[in-house]
């Protein structure tokens, strides 16, 4: 059974700071990964979609690595501001049965003025 | 603009009562699921659609019901049959052809037991 893990589960950092989010998964027949912000109350915006047949996918200030073999993937924020205070979920798609996304409980993250 | 909508967005209900979620996209994809989030815990998969007509149930699927009779709609019964429906639901919709897709998320409903 997959299973996602996304660590640290809070993270509080102050503004301009570079950061490295963490994800982790238990089996590597996976499509994609995919890494979503989530504010209070709201539903989920697609940040980056990494093919598995891929190493990183770039947008903006953020960075998203997939290391299948190893089951590891990261998310790098750059210059990191208020705004990108949120909670950060990753998921990945099987390429088995129900080709479904599993998701990791995700990291919360705070950047202080 | 293209997108998903789901209403209402906060729904309170009786103990014993049927509800029906609402979720429409016009991005013309054919695959739409439904997922539950509760605090603590990733997104749970309810039920999903891969074409109108046709629906499985996911990994939670007892105590809910859909039906899928338009391409841009994916409604979402929560029936007395589910013990624990307080939650926070999310529709979700990708294109078809298989699961390289990026999958995209409405806003949300709040769902609350009195």
């Known amino acids: 059974k997959q299973e996602v893990t996304q660590i640290p589960a809070a993270l509080s950092v102050p503004e301009g700071e570079n950061l490295v989010l963490n994800c982790s998964f238990t089996d590597s027949a996976i499509y994609n990964l995919q890494w979503f912000r989530q504010d209070p109350g709201k539903g989920l915006t697609s940040l980056l979609l990494?093919?598995?047949?891929?190493r990183e996918q770039t947008s903006g200030r953020l960075n998203a690595s997939l290391d299948k073999s190893s089951g590891r993937s990261t998310l790098y924020i750059a210059a990191s501001q208020p705004g990108d205070s949120a909670t950060y979920l990753c998921a990945v798609r099987e390429n088995t049965g129900f080709q479904k996304l599993v998701f990791g409980t995700g990291t919360r993250l705070l950047v202080s003025p | 603009d293209g997108g998903i909508t789901q209403s209402p967005k906060y729904l309170f209900r009786k103990e014993g009562q049927n509800v029906t979620l609402s979720c429409e996209q016009n991005l013309n994809h054919d695959a739409m699921y439904w997922y539950r989030q509760d605090p603590g815990q990733g997104l749970r998969l309810i039920y999903y659609?891969?074409?109108?007509?046709?629906?499985q149930k996911g990994d939670i699927a007892e105590g809910y019901s859909v039906s899928r009779e338009k391409k841009e709609s994916f409604p979402l019964t929560v029936t007395s049959a589910q013990k624990n429906p307080t939650a926070f639901y999310l529709c979700a919709s990708n294109p078809s052809g298989g699961g390289h897709n990026e999958q995209f998320f409405g806003p949300g409903t709040r769902l609350t037991v009195l």
């Open positions: 990494i093919q598995s047949s891929q």
């Open positions: 659609s891969q074409i109108v007509n046709d629906f």
